[in-house]
């Protein structure tokens, strides 16, 4: 890679772990406030941040790149009809749709999986200080897609995870350092748990919610 393309890409997606830390941040303030709550144009935003970029996983994460942002784009969409998460739910349960393949509730706990991956990765990342992402990565997409996907895309992921960059690649792209992103990815680890826990009690609190929790 140039200099000059590094440049623009840092320029593009400096400081990316901040932002994210900063938005899951956000949320985590948002379901643990007076009035619990969590808007969707919210989550969008979160989505948008995570999506995984050509740059930072490779060509062959590309596949993961379009499917994240269809689905963030179809909440999106949603988001102009329902405020927060449980309207969302509640209305698509009601109408019989919640369980309709590529529904908002369907797409909205697929970006809630991602959330939870990036979640398990930072602490994997955090746990073995090493300078791979593979053993990390692994491990959580073990954790938190593999149970529900089949063996051809097991294998297509696995086989993924062998050209992921190192630490020490990635970090420069971001503009960061290994003492600087270490902060927000602390930061993202403690408010995923809570927004992932208010999730799955909107979720669980219903058995269309419940079901929905175990379909792909």
């Known amino acids: 890679m140039t200099s000059s393309l590094r ?39 979160v989505g948008r941040l995570s999506t995984p970029s050509i740059f930072f996983l490779g060509i062959a994460f590309k596949f993961a790149d379009w499917e994240l942002q269809s689905k963030v784009n179809d909440l999106e969409e949603a988001s102009k009809t329902y405020d927060t998460v449980q309207a969302l739910l509640e209305a698509e ?12 509730s369907r797409n909205l706990v697929r970006l809630k999986r991602v959330i939870d991956l990036v979640r398990v990765m930072l602490e994997q990342v955090l746990a073995s200080g090493g300078n791979s992402l593979v053993e990390p990565f692994t491990a959580a997409y073990e954790q938190v897609f593999a149970p529900y996907h089949g063996w051809t895309v097991k294998k297509a992921v696995i ?45 669980l609190s219903t058995e269309t ?4 929790l175990k379909l792909i």
Not at 14 to 41: C, F, M, T, W, Y
Not at 209 to 212: D, F, K, P, T
Request: hydrophobic letters at 35%; aromatic letters at 4%.
């Open 7 to 45: 440049d623009i890409i840092t320029l593009l997606y400096g400081q990316r772990a901040r932002k994210l830390a900063d938005a899951i941040e956000g949320l985590s303030s948002s379901v643990n406030s007076e009035n619990p709550h969590l808007k969707i144009s919210d989550v969008v935003h």
């Open 209 to 212: 919610g419940a079901e929905l």
């Open 93 to 104: 349960t009601e109408n019989g749709s919640a369980k309709n393949t590529g529904s908002h």
């Open 159 to 203: 086989a993924a995870l062998k050209v992921l960059p190192s630490k020490d690649l990635l970090l420069p792209l971001l503009n960061e350092d290994d003492d600087s992103v270490k902060e927000s990815m602390q930061k993202y680890i403690t408010a995923s748990k809570s927004v992932l826990q208010y999730v799955d009690n909107i979720f």
